[in-house]
């Protein structure tokens, strides 16, 4: 078997159909994302995140893909300094889950939602880590 080289890594969320064009225009107005592509139609958008993956945002309204919207993802944009972040996102309008706060590992978090309901989180890496 040939070796397997992979060239690109997607993070996909979900939306209710309803909300689809509200969570995109977040994605692309509040964070600030790059919108590489979008279909409103087909409730299908991709972001660039400006490293690696590309961030798939898809309408779900098909029988068992309604329960994938607004819940917790386990995706965490990383960023220099989670207080300053925080504090341009609220003036945007964006409320938090949770406010900063220290992991023991060193690092710090600080969660909120995106109109969809689906979970993200700051992510400031402890001193010494990338």
């Not at 977040?26 to 490293?51: H, I, N, P, Q």
């Not at 098909?62 to 919207?69: K, S």
């Not at 965490?76 to 207080?83: P, R, S």
Request: net charge negative; hydrophobic share 45%.
């Amino acid at each position: 078997m040939d070796d397997l080289i992979f060239n690109g890594l997607g993070v996909r969320l979900w939306a209710l159909p309803a909300q689809f064009a509200q969570t995109a225009d977040f994605y692309r107005d509040v964070l600030a994302l790059k919108c590489s592509w979008r279909d409103d139609a087909r409730r299908v958008a991709t972001f660039e995140l400006g490293f690696g993956p590309t961030l798939v945002l898809e309408g779900s309204g098909d029988g068992d893909r309604e329960l994938l919207a607004g819940r917790v993802t386990g995706l965490c944009l990383g960023v220099a300094d989670v207080a300053a972040s925080c504090a341009a996102l609220h003036a945007k309008g964006v409320e938090f889950l949770r406010e900063p706060e220290r992991q023991y590992w060193g690092g710090t978090m600080a969660h909120f939602k995106d109109p969809a309901g689906n979970w993200l989180t700051l992510l400031q890496q402890p001193p010494g880590r990338n």
